[in-house]
């Protein structure tokens, strides 16, 4: 394993970190320097993102011939790293990252044609309609009805926990076709038009919200919702084979570099942070966890360069993804649950600034961030599959339990 850097590695990553510094402005500096990422408003999103792809960057994943950059996988690590390095918002992954592999491995010539272009240039948001009520962990028990009405579906029931529904313009959806046979081999993979006539798109209120008239879920409803048969991607009841395809691409991301910028975030709110007249970084407890902490972190990244070597020379992630998921999440709720205890009593205010009242904030800047930071990333053990199911794939997989 070669875990360095070529020189045209290293002049790589200095015209990355040159893009960032031209391109992420004051205003998406400041609102990521408040914890702000999962509640940019959509525009924010659309400029960044406007940017990268203006660059040629937006798709590190995409092939050449669809607008890919073409890098080696060293380069698509350093991209991430640096991003993360510099607190970039992250590119929103439903359309780019997850539907796109999907529609260029199993979609048409036509249905390439349409979407992958407005993909790239930020006109089309894309959500993600997998889950429902009652088939989350089990997602094979989905019920979302499509009736084959020859040249037509017609799509009844709801999908839930539908990460930035509120922007979308369109939604890719499992849906049942069949209840025929074992429950995989009924369902297909649909792209449903947000504006069709029937869809209903209802906010789901969280704990974290910090910011007034944010939002991050909802829970999305059809009724009779009429979706034409060219919305089909690929074979009728195999959308199965396409959904846990894409669900590859959701869960194959590099965390060691947020998590450590997240690392040395504590501990420069810790060197501030007075507790008992005393910096909290002084309390021997707390910089014992928090050396544990970035020894972990180091570790996990080690185990990313392992991977990038291994994908490197043409091998797949495999079982991997679910190892990196796991522990890319827990170590990231560790992360959060650190600042919390670093700043103390200052990270509560953020409740009645959330009512939209007009008080002064207490304690520094970064205080107010922290608390919904906290709380929002509760979901990162759940969504994308929880990490007990990703446990039990690994027990199954690597371990051969
Ligand atoms: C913030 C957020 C955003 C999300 N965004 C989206 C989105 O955009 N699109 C979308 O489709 N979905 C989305 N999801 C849904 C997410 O994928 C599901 O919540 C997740 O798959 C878990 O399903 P569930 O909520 O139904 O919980 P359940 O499946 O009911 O699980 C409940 C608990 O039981 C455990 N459990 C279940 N089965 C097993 C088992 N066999 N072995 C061991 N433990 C088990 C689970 O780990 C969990 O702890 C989002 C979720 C969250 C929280």
Same mark, same amino acid.
């Given at each position: &394993? *070669?875990?360095?850097?070529?020189?045209?590695?290293?002049?790589?990553?200095? +015209?990355?970190?040159?893009?960032?510094?031209?391109?992420?402005?004051?205003?998406?500096?400041?609102?990521?320097? @408040?914890?702000?990422?999962?509640?940019? #408003?959509?525009?924010?999103?659309? %400029?960044?993102?406007?940017?990268?792809?203006?660059?040629?960057?937006?798709? =590190?994943?995409?092939?050449?011939?669809?607008?890919?950059?073409?890098?080696?996988?060293?380069?698509?690590?350093?991209?991430?790293?640096?991003?993360?390095?510099?607190?970039?918002?992250?590119?929103?992954?439903?359309?780019?990252? &997850?539907?796109?592999?999907?529609?260029?491995?199993?979609?048409?010539? +036509?249905?390439?044609?349409?979407?992958?272009?407005?993909?790239?240039?930020?006109? *089309?948001?894309?959500?993600?309609?997998?889950?429902?009520?009652?088939?989350?962990?089990?997602?094979?028990?989905?019920?979302?009805?499509?009736?084959?009405?020859?040249?037509?579906?017609?799509?009844?029931?709801?999908?839930?926990?539908?990460?930035?529904?509120?922007?979308?313009?369109?939604?890719?959806?499992?849906? !049942? /076709?069949?209840?025929?046979?074992?429950?995989?081999?009924?369902?297909?993979?649909?792209?449903?038009?947000?504006?069709? #006539?029937?869809? /209903?798109?209802?906010?789901?209120?969280?704990?974290?919200? =910090?910011?007034?008239?944010?939002?991050?879920?909802?829970?999305?409803?059809?009724?009779?919702?009429?979706? =034409?048969?060219?919305? $089909?991607?690929?074979? &009728?009841?195999?959308?199965?084979?396409?959904?846990?395809?894409?669900?590859?691409?959701?869960?194959?991301?590099?965390?060691?570099?947020?998590?450590?910028?997240?690392? +040395?975030?504590? %501990?420069?709110?810790? /060197?501030?942070?007075? *507790?008992?007249?005393?910096?909290?970084?002084?309390?021997?407890?707390? !910089?014992?966890? $928090?050396?544990?902490?970035?020894?972990?972190?180091?570790?996990? @990244?080690?185990?990313?360069?392992?991977? $990038?070597?291994?994908?490197?020379?043409?091998?797949?992630?495999? =079982?991997?993804?679910?190892?990196?998921?796991?522990?890319?999440?827990?170590?990231?709720?560790?992360?959060? +649950?650190?600042?919390?205890?670093?700043?103390?009593?200052?990270? &509560?205010?953020?409740? #009645?600034?959330?009512?939209?009242?007009?008080?002064?904030?207490?304690?520094?800047?970064?205080?107010?961030?922290?608390?919904?930071?906290?709380?929002?990333?509760?979901?990162?053990?759940?969504?994308?599959?929880?990490?007990?199911?990703?446990?039990?794939?690994?027990?199954?997989?690597?371990?051969?339990?």
């Amino acid at each position: &394993m *070669d875990l360095s850097f070529t020189a045209e590695d290293n002049t790589f990553r200095k +015209e990355v970190i040159e893009f960032i510094n031209q391109n992420l402005d004051a205003d998406l500096k400041q609102k990521m320097a @408040e914890n702000r990422n999962s509640y940019l #408003p959509k525009e924010d999103h659309v %400029r960044w993102q406007k940017s990268l792809n203006e660059k040629g960057w937006l798709v =590190p994943d995409w092939p050449v011939e669809h607008g890919g950059p073409g890098w080696t996988t060293t380069q698509k690590y350093i991209f991430e790293t640096e991003m993360a390095n510099h607190n970039a918002p992250g590119v929103i992954p439903f359309g780019s990252k &997850m539907c796109a592999p999907v529609i260029m491995k199993f979609g048409n010539d +036509e249905q390439k044609k349409k979407f992958l272009p407005r993909m790239l240039s930020n006109e *089309d948001w894309w959500c993600q309609g997998y889950s429902e009520p009652g088939s989350g962990s089990d997602l094979a028990s989905l019920q979302m009805k499509a009736e084959d009405k020859g040249d037509h579906f017609v799509c009844n029931g709801s999908k839930i926990w539908t990460t930035l529904a509120q922007y979308a313009d369109w939604i890719f959806c499992l849906v !049942r /076709t069949s209840n025929e046979g074992v429950r995989q081999q009924g369902i297909s993979f649909l792209l449903i038009d947000m504006k069709t #006539p029937g869809i /209903t798109v209802d906010p789901i209120q969280t704990l974290d919200l =910090p910011v007034k008239g944010a939002q991050e879920v909802n829970q999305v409803f059809f009724d009779d919702v009429i979706v =034409p048969k060219e919305n $089909l991607v690929g074979e &009728m009841n195999k959308g199965w084979t396409y959904a846990k395809y894409l669900l590859e691409f959701e869960r194959g991301n590099a965390y060691a570099g947020r998590l450590k910028r997240g690392a +040395e975030k504590i %501990r420069n709110i810790a /060197t501030k942070e007075l *507790d008992g007249g005393e910096p909290v970084i002084n309390d021997p407890s707390f !910089r014992s966890k $928090l050396a544990k902490l970035e020894v972990s972190i180091q570790a996990l @990244e080690m185990t990313e360069l392992r991977i $990038l070597s291994k994908l490197s020379s043409g091998q797949n992630m495999g =079982p991997e993804s679910s190892l990196m998921k796991c522990r890319g999440t827990d170590l990231y709720q560790e992360v959060v +649950e650190m600042a919390l205890e670093a700043v103390g009593t200052y990270s &509560m205010p953020f409740i #009645p600034l959330r009512a939209g009242q007009n008080e002064d904030v207490l304690g520094s800047d970064y205080s107010s961030g922290v608390a919904p930071r906290y709380f929002n990333a509760r979901k990162v053990s759940i969504y994308g599959g929880s990490n007990e199911i990703q446990r039990n794939i690994m027990a199954k997989l690597i371990l051969g339990l």
